[in-house]
């Protein structure tokens, strides 16, 4: 799924439709490849809607800092993780979840060194600004592949010990074979997770994976499944409320129900063209896209509050995946909107 795995890609069509070309995945490849020449038509446009890990790792995680705004870094592989640092100062955001892959400019964990970790450390610290995860959206369930996504996602718990970053996120996969979601979710995933969560547990991380509707992990059902099946307090959710609008689901009953289990979560909204959607249908496509926060149907004050009320002390990652912003104005707005609701 992420733009920084060298697995065959999906072409993500206009209309919200996938084009398989593989087994894989790939919303954040097409996102890295386009981001960078989306127009700004909407630019001008106002919003619409009103652990810590070992101790060698230093004081970089606060998690009585409050709920703040933070920046996926997906369109931004490509450069260096200097550049993500200066456009996340700018941008107004106290945070980062930084694509970590063999592929990624940004950080390499094959061989992420404490020198490494203690130079990145030191450019946080005087920028002011954190990493709130560590993140490599490969597919878990990829035939024939499953010790090199566990290599990946164990470095990655190596690299956020070393960093004091207290998550790693990544997806669940898709389904294998003629297994459903809920029986891969039972059968398949576990088997590939469990040493990762048991190293992450011994690193002090935690491991949370993202409910993209198209992964395993798609409606509460498959939610109750996935957290019953492994009960591990250190796994848990990046949850994206975004996934659930065009659902119909209501995105605060996560956030209620699986308090103890959110440890990241994303922030992007869904824009919903009613017309259009009266006139396909729920099964249609083209009625529903993604858009930064504050142009879509989300009530981010609400949701917001919810978070709050549950206990939830993390970063809000902003993930740009509106078409009609350039990477870094996307990002400004999203936290201009978001700040006004966080601190």
Not at 74 to 85: E, H, K, R, V, Y
Not at 89 to 104: G, L, N, Q, T
Not at 151 to 163: F, I, R, S, Y
Request: charged share 25%.
């Amino acid at each position: 799924m992420g733009m920084h795995t060298h697995l065959d890609q999906l072409r993500v069509k206009s209309d919200n439709t996938i084009d398989k070309e593989s087994d894989v995945l790939s919303r954040r490849a097409f996102l890295g490849k386009t981001a960078g020449v989306a127009g700004a038509a909407s630019l001008g446009l106002l919003g619409a809607s009103t652990l810590t890990a070992s101790a060698a790792a230093g004081p970089a995680w606060n998690p009585d800092k409050g709920i703040r705004v933070g920046m996926m870094t997906a369109p931004l592989a490509g450069g260096s993780l200097d550049d993500a640092m200066d456009m996340a100062k700018r941008c107004k955001m106290a945070a980062m979840e930084v694509m970590s892959s063999p592929e990624s400019k940004l950080l390499n964990p094959m061989n992420f060194t404490e020198a490494d970790a203690e130079a990145i450390r030191q450019k946080l610290s005087d920028k002011g600004l954190e990493i709130s995860s560590l993140s490599n959206y490969l597919n878990l369930t990829e035939e024939g592949k499953t010790e090199e996504v566990q290599a990946q996602l164990l470095k990655n718990v190596d690299a956020a010990a070393l960093l004091g970053t207290p998550t790693i996120c990544t997806i669940t996969g898709f389904r294998v074979g003629r297994l459903s979601k809920i029986e891969t979710i039972k059968e398949v995933v576990p088997k590939i997770l469990r040493p990762v969560i048991d190293h992450a547990k011994d690193k002090g991380i935690k491991v949370a994976v993202e409910n993209w509707f198209e992964t395993n992990l798609q409606g509460l059902d498959t939610f109750d499944c996935l957290l019953e099946t492994i009960p591990d307090e250190n796994f848990g959710l990046n949850y994206d409320p975004s996934h659930l609008v065009h659902q119909e689901i209501d995105i605060t009953i996560p956030v209620q129900k699986y308090s103890k289990r959110i440890f990241h979560t994303h922030a992007k909204d869904c824009l919903i063209d009613v017309p259009r959607r009266n006139y396909v249908g729920i099964l249609g496509e083209g009625w529903w896209r993604y858009v930064i926060p504050g142009y879509g149907a989300i009530k981010w004050g609400e949701y917001i509050d919810t978070l709050r009320a549950v206990g939830y002390h993390g970063v809000m990652s902003v993930e740009h995946e509106d078409d009609t912003f350039e990477p870094e104005p996307g990002f400004f707005h999203g936290a201009q909107y978001l700040n006004q609701f966080c601190g």
